[in-house]
């Protein structure tokens, strides 16, 4: 038997297909990123009193939240959003990486996440908004999410974060570009998080494994909808054997940071 969403996930879900989205498949980039989201949906019914999580505000305030520009390697920008928590520090850190396929989404989406990261583990949180696609294709996001866990190692004490207390974590693509920031920081010798908080990562590319194939009409995320941010995300089919991208298909997994994996059960 296929699994069911619990009463909360299936009010949100219901709550979302009341705001009438539009199929992303069948979408521009541009006009999907102006799509209802599962978070305006969970906004609106928190606000509400609707949803059992009512004991918590949402979006839950933080001591401090700024911006800054960072650059890239090679010159590029890349904004990011530091949630600094109360207390005197020093704080972990923890570079968080948004979802969204690399197509869509925002910070703003992924706010409530990196909000209750910060208060949840007491750490400074910098989220990362990386280019999206098809304006910058693969392997922009990657190059930059890299960067800036450059940027934080190096950084650290300028945020009152302890450097030897660094974590990394990411949702859906983020997920994938957190573990393979990872990967990538192990050989090239860099130093490499202390942890990695995995949320429904993007492990591997195949779209023809038996999740695929039973979830293929799932809500809110399907079959459709996975094929088409590839094609908006790849410049070519050939790249999606990338080990950047195809990250469990890296020849070597030891040596890395320990990892907390969430599985979204009904994608």
């Not at 208060?119 to 304006?135: C, D, F, M, Q, T």
């Not at 089919?237 to 979204?264: K, W």
Request: glycine letters at 6%.
């Amino acid at each position: 038997m296929m699994a069911q969403p619990n009463d909360d996930m299936q009010k949100v879900i219901d709550t979302f297909q009341e705001m009438y989205p539009l199929p992303v498949e069948n979408l521009t980039p541009a006009h999907a990123r102006e799509n209802p989201s599962l978070t305006d949906a969970a906004m609106s019914m928190i606000g509400h009193n609707l949803l059992k999580r009512t004991m918590v505000p949402t979006p839950e305030s933080v001591a401090r939240v700024e911006h800054r520009i960072i650059r890239g390697e090679d010159g590029s920008e890349i904004m990011i959003r530091i949630y600094t928590p109360a207390g005197d520090g020093p704080h972990p850190g923890l570079l968080y990486i948004h979802g969204g396929g690399w197509v869509i989404a925002s910070l703003n989406v992924y706010d409530p996440s990196a909000r209750a990261l910060c208060n949840g583990a007491g750490a400074v949180v910098v989220s990362v908004a990386y280019s999206l696609a098809p304006e910058k294709k693969f392997p922009t996001a990657h190059e930059e999410t890299y960067n800036a866990w450059k940027w934080l190692t190096h950084n650290a004490m300028t945020l009152n974060v302890d450097p030897a207390r660094i974590a990394v974590s990411g949702e859906s693509a983020g997920g994938n570009m957190a573990a393979s920031i990872c990967i990538r920081a192990k050989a090239d010798g860099i130093k490499m998080p202390v942890h990695q908080l995995l949320i429904y990562p993007v492990t591997q590319t195949s779209l023809n494994t038996p999740s695929h194939i039973e979830y293929r009409d799932a809500k809110p995320l399907n079959g459709a909808m996975m094929v088409w941010f590839m094609g908006h995300f790849l410049n070519n089919p050939a790249e999606a054997a990338d080990l950047r991208l195809n990250v469990l298909a890296a020849p070597d997994h030891t040596g890395l940071p320990p990892a907390t994996i969430i599985n979204a059960q009904i994608d």
